[in-house]
């Protein structure tokens, strides 16, 4: 079954908190702000499933349709429907990424710009405080706010009852004063990229992975 409450937070981020090292599920968590009101993007950076690393793509001037649509936005949680499909999200049918581009990181490694929470504390730290940086969060809202800020379609068995088409999370930043975006598109390597209409997997990860996905 898709997600209960799929839809987009919009709101100005405030501040971030690292990840447990001792927590077995980690999370980055990124406090904003949005009508007089705190919620918290909760954003996973490592997996459950074999291999843990989580596959990670930023495009860093992005372009969507979806996008135009976004600044008309209200701050706070706006749920995606019928009436308002034209900016959900979906990896395999929007066009929104180039698949292979995706890489496997690890949540820390010794040196620079070479793990995921380096990659995401990058763009949080620009966005931490800055009124010209709007947040748009993708994904399930929950009592905190949201999480499931990853693709949402092909999971394995004990996670299929999430899957859905056209409801993947994402993180996109709006630097207003540029009018640029930066998207940051987050999966799971154990998630199959051939889907049916209901967003389940209809062939394994080894015979259909995000590198052999026709962009």
């Not at 843990?52 to 949680?77: K, M, N, R, V």
């Not at 019928?82 to 698949?99: H, K, Q, V």
């Not at 399930?140 to 800020?149: L, N, Q, Y």
């Not at 299929?160 to 004063?177: N, S």
Request: charged share 25%; aromatic share 8%; proline share 6%.
């Amino acid at each position: 079954m898709p997600l209960k409450k799929y839809g987009v937070l919009k709101g100005q981020v405030t501040s971030y908190t690292l990840p447990d090292p001792h927590d077995k599920t980690p999370h980055l968590t990124v406090r904003i702000t949005e009508n007089q009101r705190t919620d918290e993007v909760i954003i996973n950076v490592f997996s459950r499933e074999h291999p843990s690393e989580i596959l990670y793509y930023a495009g860093e001037d992005f372009h969507s349709e979806q996008i135009t649509h976004l600044p008309d936005l209200e701050y706070g949680f706006t749920l995606i429907g019928d009436t308002n499909s034209n900016i959900a999200l979906d990896y395999i049918r929007g066009n929104l990424l180039d698949p292979s581009k995706m890489i496997p990181l690890p949540v820390t490694a010794p040196g620079d710009d070479n793990d995921l929470l380096e990659k995401l504390v990058h763009y949080m730290s620009k966005a931490e405080d800055n009124q010209e940086v709007d947040i748009y969060a993708y994904g399930e809202k929950i009592p905190p706010g949201i999480h499931d800020v990853h693709m949402n379609q092909g999971n394995v068995k004990k996670y299929e009852r999430d899957d859905g088409i056209w409801q993947d999370g994402g993180v996109l930043l709006h630097f207003k004063d540029t009018d640029k975006w930066v998207a940051v598109f987050l999966a799971f390597q154990s998630q199959s990229w051939c889907t049916n209409d209901k967003g389940h997997a209809t062939k394994p990860v080894k015979e259909c992975n995000h590198k052999s996905v026709k962009h």
